[in-house]
């Protein structure tokens, strides 16, 4: 049971707090109150309405969204988590130590085998340079990439050639678990 005063059948007193739908500050008269006055209540479930009605608008757009959108989306994310996860080593092709911009580098590019465009043996490091002026350096990328992985992994590489489609929720659950996975990269530098 509460009173006028701000206070419940205990005598505990309610701390002042801003009403959510006017923001004028003030005192509560009952446990988990948010507006200060009955219009202000009835606003306050308009506008929370209208952010559900806004909420499930931007859903909606997304399954419109072309699976383009969603790929280019998570390439997106996959060359952020690779530039992370591979921060402070060395070009894959030609070893350069600092570049003025890197490059998550395909081994075997997005546009010959796309397949493999999500294949974290297959993207490393790369110096722009390389990657965009040498088209890949790739004879040296594959030296290096040899050394790093072995020749058996790169073998693979080199022989898997079944395409794979992928659907808008596998591309966002990717997106969504490497945006998880450079959260934990840069948490523990």
């Not at 559900?52 to 383009?68: A, F, G, N, W």
């Not at 070009?91 to 350069?96: H, N, R």
């Not at 890949?136 to 790093?148: A, P, S, T």
Request: include cysteine; hydrophobic fraction near 25%.
């Amino acid at each position: 049971m509460t009173n006028s005063t701000g206070t419940d059948s205990r005598g505990r007193k309610f701390r002042p707090k801003k009403c959510k739908a006017c923001q004028q500050k003030f005192t509560p008269t009952r446990p988990l109150q948010e507006a200060c006055t009955p219009r202000c209540a009835i606003d306050l479930v308009r506008i929370k309405e209208e952010k559900k009605r806004r909420q499930r608008d931007r859903e909606r757009l997304q399954e419109l969204q072309p699976i383009s959108h969603w790929l280019n989306e998570t390439q997106r994310v996959f060359n952020e988590y690779i530039r992370e996860r591979d921060k402070g080593e060395n070009c894959i092709s030609c070893g350069a130590p600092d570049s003025p911009r890197w490059d998550a580098g395909h081994y075997r590019s997005r546009g010959a085998a796309s397949h493999l465009r999500f294949n974290e043996d297959n993207c490393w490091l790369q110096c722009q340079k390389c990657n965009t002026h040498l088209s890949g350096n790739q004879v040296e990328y594959r030296k290096r990439l040899v050394e790093k992985i072995g020749e058996k992994r790169v073998l693979a590489l080199e022989h898997d050639n079944e395409p794979r489609k992928w659907t808008r929720e596998e591309l966002k659950q990717m997106r969504a678990a490497f945006k998880k996975r450079i959260k934990e990269l840069k948490a523990s530098d």
